[in-house]
């Protein structure tokens, strides 16, 4: 019992300092509002230090840790989701949305951020997991992995995201 | 194929909190988030509470057997429904197997766990209901008689309101079997 729950303390403190940083950009992508984003975050911290006793290694501790706090940020956006009423939309849908950069000059880093979360916290669940994970740096085959979709599909969402940022980021975020 | 590698740099160069614990403080926390969760839960839980004290004066005051019974009958009805709520209501904390379910598998099965909840409202929200009403429907006429026009007028109430509970829910139910058929077909071996 004292080892799995040392296994269990120790691969904790591994995924809080390996994707500590990541985990709050998530949980930023799921809720705008602060003090929700901290609980979500919290809860996520948690559900990941619960899971750990019963990983079994089959999958990747990167994935895992992934599957984990998408899941619970899933769980998060559907209850919020009946509380607000609030539209999501798919990738698809954004892919109508005027360009953002038409009469505009390039902005600062800090808009351009602001704008993305915008466009990420408009998703649904499953294109948000497709769309963070890009932004994340992962591969189509770990996306896949994580969030259950097929390859063919991760990679159609994946060619949507790129025609997206493009879009909406051209010249904006380019020119650093 | 720039803007896409500034779009992750942008992304992954966000300012971070840092927020991180040890084991010992995440036990902490866990222990309070769970008190918290439940605190939630109790004031989710309130107005049936108060609905059930209320009930429970009724029947302690009531003058006669079909009163009683009536009453009775409304509270077993109540606690049941909070029973309920609390069995197929959103789950408590997270499943500690929940790593090993892929985005897709959790998301259907959290919209599938949603929409048998709405779409069964009928057997464990309104039918409890059902025994205290026609209860007080056999009290009103025993004690009553003279005014069997006015527990008319509160049945068809009472029937439209069940009616337009059990539509709501009902249109719930579609609205979130269309997401679910909306979800692609698990394709990805785990």
């Known amino acids: ?176 | 194929m720039t803007e896409m590698l500034n779009a992750q740099e942008i992304w992954q160069s966000q300012p971070s909190e840092g927020m991180q614990m040890s084991a010992e403080a995440i036990r902490k926390r866990a222990t309070k988030f769970e008190r918290k969760i439940w605190r939630r839960n109790l004031r989710e839980s309130v107005a049936a509470v108060v609905v059930i004290v209320a009930f429970s004066y009724f029947f302690v005051t009531a003058h006669d057997i079909p009163y009683r019974i009536t009453w009775a009958l409304f509270i077993a009805g109540m606690v049941w429904v909070i029973v309920q709520l609390y069995r197929k209501g959103k789950p408590k904390t997270m499943p500690a197997d929940i790593g090993s379910s892929t985005c897709l598998e959790f998301f259907r099965s959290e919209l599938e766990r949603q929409r048998d909840l709405v779409k069964d409202v009928w057997t464990w929200y309104l039918a409890p209901m059902v025994p205290g009403y026609v209860a007080l429907n056999v009290a009103w006429a025993v004690n009553r008689p003279s005014k069997l026009a006015v527990m008319a007028l509160l049945d068809v109430c009472f029937v439209v309101l069940f009616i337009g509970v059990w539509q709501l829910n009902v249109w719930a139910a579609r609205c979130l079997q269309r997401s679910i058929d909306q979800l692609p077909s698990a394709e990805n071996p785990r």
């Open chain 1, 1 to 176: 019992m004292a080892a799995v729950e040392s296994t269990q303390d120790e691969l904790y403190q591994d995924a809080a300092s390996t994707y500590g940083a990541a985990l709050e950009r998530l949980a930023r992508a799921y809720e705008a509002d602060v003090e929700i984003r901290r609980d979500l975050l919290q809860e996520i911290h948690i559900a990941l230090w619960r899971s750990f006793e019963g990983f079994d290694g089959r999958c990747s501790l990167r994935t895992w840790i992934y599957r984990v706090a998408h899941n619970v940020a899933a769980s998060h956006v559907l209850h919020q989701f009946r509380a607000r009423s609030r539209m999501l939309v798919g990738l698809e849908e954004l892919e109508n949305l005027p360009d953002a950069n038409s009469g505009q000059h390039a902005a600062d880093r800090s808009h351009a951020l602001d704008r993305l979360l915008a466009l990420i916290q408009r998703l649904k669940p499953l294109d948000r997991h497709v769309i963070l994970s890009y932004l994340e740096g992962l591969d189509a085959a770990s996306i896949g992995e994580i969030t259950g979709l097929s390859s063919g599909n991760v990679a159609t969402k994946i060619h949507r995201i790129k025609a997206l940022l493009a879009r909406q980021f051209q010249g904006e975020v380019g020119h650093d």
